[in-house]
């Protein structure tokens, strides 16, 4: 019943940059906080970056400075924008929201998209 789709994922080489996109579609009720998460090979997946349905962000201190979050609402999309991109950057960076549809709120996960970024 909801899909999100992200999109934007590529290779590029370090200090350039990417943007990501991730469009929600669905019986998607209410968009709530949407976050960005990243996973590498063999590592944990991390909290990139989040957003709130206000617009209040907050980063990773690894990626502060150099990627930004942002959303419209109008459209169901939340976007990253990432300059000034590191070898360590390199991971599948996946959309996730939590979609309110009273009582209960949950979260989505989408497919995931491929960052990589060579020295």
């Known amino acids: 019943q909801v899909q999100l789709v992200e999109s934007g994922g590529g290779l590029v080489q370090a200090g350039e940059s990417l943007i990501l996109s991730c469009a929600a579609s669905g019986s998607i009720g209410s968009l709530d906080t949407m976050d960005w998460y990243r996973q590498a090979p063999g590592k944990q997946r991390e909290l990139v970056a989040m957003?709130?349905?206000?617009?209040?962000?907050n980063y990773a201190d690894s990626v502060k400075g150099r990627f930004t979050i942002s959303r419209d609402n109008a459209k169901n999309m939340v976007f990253l924008q990432m300059n000034s991109l590191k070898p360590e950057d390199t991971a599948v960076y996946y959309c996730?929201?939590?979609?309110?549809?009273?009582?209960?709120?949950?979260?989505?996960w989408g497919q995931g998209t491929q960052v990589t970024v060579s020295s």
């Open positions: 996730h929201a939590d979609i309110r549809r009273a009582p209960v709120t949950r979260g989505y």
């Open positions: 957003i709130t349905r206000g617009g209040a962000t």
